[in-house]
């Protein structure tokens, strides 16, 4: 007991410490080692077995049932026929018996889009509507009255005229030969005039804004005129002519053309 406390040998006391120490730390691991061996063993011998599968029974085979025949007939029947399949009866689906909600709203919405656009047609005929406004005073209209300078002795020539709108508010215009005229004079001989040619000046309406023209032309023939536009013979000759425009309650416009 005294060398287990007391240790003797020739080398130093600690060293034979440090070994005793080693030695019995490599026999706790050994003996913790063993001990954790023969744990496993026993619980994986006693663990607890699973259940077996229970065996599998088959489902009930489903025999269909035998279709009736004469002989399945109650003794009491009127009748020996087979009683039809029940699978041969169709069975009636409801679209064959009630109207398709479907075609319903589709009509009833074609009648809404047809209205609407009824509507719709209604209010931009409304919008669309002009204004009447009324007849041009005369004093406020402004003719003009242009053409060739120089005609060639019995030939056409085409004059351009027009009345300027020079009130403040918008009026409607209209040139008919009862209510202008175009005369060619010469010093007091009357050569041509539209009161004899109403053909040569057709009705023209016009709705004037401020300051906006009405626009028309009449063509002469380069002949005297007569009733019903009838030509004389007597033919003008070369020398000066005016032509003079006409409008109901507006002044008189002049343009000089000379026959050469």
Request: charged share 20%; net charge positive.
């Given at each position: 007991?005294?060398s287990?406390?007391?240790?003797v ?41 699973a ?5 599998t ?52 919405e ?42 060639k ?22 040139v ?85």
């Amino acid at each position: 007991m005294s060398s287990v406390l007391h240790p003797v040998g020739p080398e130093p006391r600690e060293r034979y410490w440090v070994r005793r120490l080693a030695v019995l730390v490599a026999a706790v691991v050994a003996i913790g080692i063993v001990i954790a061996l023969v744990g496993n063993a026993m619980s994986a011998g006693s663990a607890v077995q699973a259940e077996p599968v229970p065996p599998t029974i088959p489902p009930p085979a489903v025999t269909a049932p035998p279709s009736p025949t004469a002989s399945a007939v109650p003794s009491g029947s009127t009748t020996g026929s087979p009683a039809p399949a029940a699978s041969s009866v169709a069975p009636t689906t409801a679209s064959t018996t009630s109207p398709s909600p479907t075609s319903s709203s589709t009509a009833s919405e074609k009648k809404s889009t047809a209205s609407t656009k009824s509507t719709a047609k209604d209010k931009k005929d409304k919008s669309t509507k002009q204004p009447v406004y009324a007849a041009c005073d005369g004093s406020d209209l402004r003719p003009t009255l242009t053409g060739d300078r120089t005609v060639k002795v019995g030939k056409k020539t085409t004059f351009s005229l027009s009345l300027i709108n020079g009130g403040k508010k918008t009026c409607t215009a209209t040139v008919k030969p009862s209510s202008a005229t175009l005369t060619i004079v010469s010093g007091g001989d009357r050569i041509w005039s539209t009161k004899d040619c109403p053909a040569a000046l057709p009705t023209t309406k016009r709705t004037l804004l401020p300051e906006h023209a009405l626009t028309w032309k009449v063509t002469w023939s380069g002949e005297r005129s007569g009733d019903d536009c009838s030509t004389s013979k007597v033919k003008p000759k070369k020398g000066y002519y005016w032509a003079i425009a006409n409008f109901d309650g507006a002044d008189d416009v002049r343009f000089r053309v000379i026959l050469g």
